[in-house]
């Protein structure tokens, strides 16, 4: 079973509906320290689910991250520094911790870095999802849910807001990743029984309501200084 969503209600909902179907309980959050993850390992943790976190610390401040996450939950997180492209490293996580599904944010993701250095985004994006979706077979977890992008439709053909079924077509390298691994996982549903909902949201903004995550208090200061 492979979902497609592009994001008209909130991403959460969506997520926790999925969730709730699967019976998933104990998730691993790839790239759980990043703007996106943090946010969601928050919402997962006071949801009552059990949260790992997992990131390579390549985009993050660590300990303001789990601070803010400690704060939120009132609980210890769980973290575990490490790559996704390291199969041994995974082996290890999934059988010590027993995970019953995944939420994959862990990713490379600035367009203009993807033209620069194309094959940097290939090898974190493309080949850290391959080697991610091994394990999970490995330990027989099969339920995933992949933040991907809207930058795998055609802009020039579509007009946003955009829908599931508008045509595809990617303009950069960081798209291509991304739709890459949308068939990369619809293959793996259709032939080895994974459950897989793929997410496409543009850029999001902002931070958590209680200014304990997201982006850096300054910049909203520099900002409303400078545009009031």
């Not at 943090?38 to 985009?59: E, K, M, P, Q, R």
């Not at 199969?87 to 059988?95: K, N, P, R, S």
């Not at 007009?159 to 990743?177: A, Q």
Request: charge should be negative; glycine fraction near 8%; proline fraction near 3%.
């Amino acid at each position: 079973m492979t979902l497609t969503f592009s994001l008209g209600i909130p991403i959460v909902n969506q997520v926790l509906f999925f969730l709730i179907a699967m019976d998933s309980k104990k998730l691993l959050i790839t790239g759980g320290l990043g703007y996106i993850g943090s946010h969601t390992a928050v919402l997962f943790s006071n949801a009552g689910y059990d949260c790992v976190l997992l990131d390579n610390l390549s985009n993050t401040h660590k300990d303001s991250v789990l601070a803010g996450i400690r704060e939120l939950t009132g609980k210890e997180p769980v973290f575990y520094e490490g790559d996704v492209r390291d199969y041994d490293f995974l082996d290890e996580l999934f059988e010590k911790e027993q995970f019953d599904g995944v939420i994959h944010f862990a990713a490379k993701k600035a367009v203009g870095e993807s033209c620069h250095d194309p094959f940097l985004y290939y090898d974190n994006n493309i080949n850290g999802t391959v080697t991610l979706l091994e394990v999970m077979e490995k330990h027989e977890v099969k339920k995933l849910i992949f933040s991907s992008s809207a930058t795998v439709y055609d802009a020039e053909k579509n007009v946003p807001p955009f829908t599931e079924t508008d045509r595809l077509n990617t303009v950069n390298p960081y798209g291509t990743t991304k739709l890459a691994m949308e068939f990369l996982l619809k293959d793996m549903a259709f032939h080895k029984g994974f459950e897989v909902v793929c997410l496409r949201y543009f850029n999001p903004v902002g931070a958590h309501h209680s200014g304990l995550l997201g982006e850096n208090q300054l910049f909203h200061l520099m900002f409303l200084h400078y545009f009031k």
